[in-house]
């Protein structure tokens, strides 16, 4: 009954927060990460240019980790990485105004591929199309030549999954900071793949009351590196609890999946 009372609770509460783009200043890419299952070979990306100009972008391949504080970080080396089989085309876009192009990606899967999850992230790279500035060749001047400026742009996921996985994962409130306006929230997942969800924070003051949102955290990931992560959910300016006192509860969704709760746990202040 409790399980049901929250899976309500949830979908009134957030059932128009579930997202499956993502945006970049003029460009919006759909979906925001991908998943390439056990049984699947291939995945597309959509983008969108929304701007009113001219956009280009190129495309390459960083590798990451993921620290205890669920931060992600590049490293050099490709271990556990995905790029090393999978192929993606094109490698560099121009759209006009409106216009979408889609990226596909084929999964080459090696023999003997040992089962688990594989990411390498997939970076954006905005070219600066302005009118270029002219180069003095080294011909002393002679000739001339275009300069072209290319922008870090963002990153999304592309995990693969190989063989049997699964993913259990606990959050669970650890620690207030009202002067900071955040809560600590622990995660302690267990199982071969990474889950992805957004977080939210609910507060009553005892347990026949009903639960009010008082935080949020959208897009939290926790990858197969880590068994452990810690991050600080913010809270809402207005939320308008007393925090010393009544239960904190913490639902941990995932928004591609109709808000399927994949953790609850409540504990009293």
């Given at each position: 009954?409790?399980?049901l009372?929250?899976?309500?609770?949830?979908?009134?509460?957030?059932?128009?927060?579930?997202?499956?783009?993502?945006?970049?200043?003029?460009l919006?890419?759909?979906?925001?990460?991908?998943?390439?299952?056990?049984?699947e070979?291939?995945?597309?990306i959509?983008?969108?240019?929304?701007?009113?100009s001219?956009?280009?972008?190129?495309?390459?391949?960083?590798?990451?980790?993921?620290?205890?504080?669920?931060?992600?970080?590049?490293?050099?080396?490709?271990?556990?990485?995905?790029?090393?089989?999978?192929?993606?085309?094109?490698?560099?876009?121009?759209?006009?105004?409106?216009?979408?192009?889609?990226?596909?990606?084929?999964?080459?899967?090696?023999?003997?591929?040992?089962?688990?999850?594989?990411?390498?992230?997939?970076?954006?790279?905005?070219?600066?199309?302005?009118?270029?500035?002219?180069?003095?060749?080294?011909?002393?001047?002679?000739?001339?030549?275009?300069?072209?400026?290319?922008?870090?742009?963002?990153?999304?996921?592309i995990?693969?999954?190989?063989?049997?996985?699964g993913?259990?994962?606990?959050?669970?409130?650890?620690?207030?900071?009202?002067?900071?306006?955040?809560?600590?929230?622990?995660?302690?997942?267990?199982?071969?793949?990474?889950?992805?969800?957004n977080?939210?924070?609910?507060?009553?003051?005892?347990?026949?009351?009903?639960?009010?949102?008082?935080?949020?955290?959208?897009?939290?990931?926790?990858?197969?590196?880590?068994s452990?992560?810690?991050?600080?959910?913010?809270?809402?300016?207005?939320?308008?609890?007393?925090?010393?006192?009544?239960?904190?509860?913490?639902?941990?969704?995932?928004?591609?999946?109709?808000n399927?709760?994949?953790?609850?746990?409540?504990?009293?202040?």
């Open positions: 009954m409790r399980r009372f929250g899976l309500k609770l949830i979908a009134l509460v957030m059932c128009a927060l579930a997202f499956t783009t993502a945006a970049h200043a003029d919006i890419f759909t979906p925001q990460r991908i998943i390439i299952e056990p049984n070979r291939s995945a597309t959509s983008v969108v240019n929304s701007s009113n001219v956009k280009a972008y190129t495309f390459d391949w960083i590798h990451t980790r993921m620290n205890e504080y669920g931060e992600v970080n590049e490293v050099v080396t490709n271990v556990g990485g995905s790029a090393s089989f999978v192929v993606f085309s094109p490698s560099r876009i121009t759209l006009r105004p409106g216009e979408t192009q889609t990226i596909r990606l084929a999964v080459r899967r090696p023999a003997g591929l040992p089962a688990g999850e594989y990411r390498s992230h997939l970076r954006l790279n905005a070219e600066d199309l302005s009118p270029p500035a002219l180069l003095a060749s080294n011909t002393g001047g002679q000739g001339m030549a275009a300069q072209v400026n290319i922008a870090l742009g963002f990153t999304l996921p995990i693969v999954r190989q063989g049997q996985g993913a259990n994962i606990t959050a669970t409130a650890v620690e207030l900071r009202p002067q900071d306006a955040q809560v600590m929230v622990r995660f302690d997942r267990q199982g071969a793949f990474s889950t992805f969800g977080v939210h924070l609910f507060w009553r003051p005892d347990s026949t009351s009903q639960l009010t949102p008082i935080g949020q955290l959208n897009g939290v990931a926790v990858y197969p590196e880590v452990t992560i810690t991050r600080p959910i913010p809270l809402f300016p207005d939320h308008g609890a007393d925090l010393s006192r009544g239960e904190l509860h913490v639902y941990y969704v995932d928004p591609n999946a109709n399927a709760v994949l953790s609850q746990t409540g504990v009293s202040l």
